[in-house]
């Protein structure tokens, strides 16, 4: 289970016909998170109504403004209404290390490489 030892206030933005993307970050040890900051990246998709695409020059601006042993811990992407839940797609797109966030209809549901998880706020 993972574990939240701080969690910022995000933005849960309304649909707005693309997918908006996020990147979460912050310091990780094990199943404990501690969540510094949430930036929005570019959509690089052809289709961003359907799909996120983030480029390696997006992450690196990211990156590159991390202070170590501070790291990118996660993803967000915002959903249409009617798709409140991450995809296949989604989960699969996820590594081992990271978690995804699908931000919904002012929601927040939060995934993981096996599935949908619940974290549990600890701070």
């Not at 993972?2 to 016909?17: E, M, Q, S």
């Not at 900051?37 to 992450?59: H, K, M, Q, R, Y």
């Not at 042993?69 to 990271?98: C, K, L, N, R, Y």
């Amino acid at each position: 289970m993972l574990k939240i030892l701080h969690l910022p206030k995000f933005p849960i933005p309304l649909w707005t016909g693309i997918e908006q993307v996020f990147v979460f970050t912050g310091y990780r040890y094990e199943e404990y998170v501690s969540i510094t900051n949430c930036i929005e990246v570019p959509n690089s998709s052809d289709t961003p109504v359907d799909t996120f695409v983030i480029t390696a020059g997006s992450l690196l601006s990211v990156v590159m403004t991390l202070s170590p042993p501070e790291t990118i811990v996660g993803f967000g992407h915002t959903h249409p209404a009617d798709m409140p839940s991450p995809s296949d797609e989604d989960i699969e797109g996820i590594d081992d290390e990271s978690f995804g966030v699908v931000l919904c209809n002012g929601n927040a549901v939060w995934y993981d490489s096996k599935g949908v998880i619940f974290p549990r706020l600890l701070g």
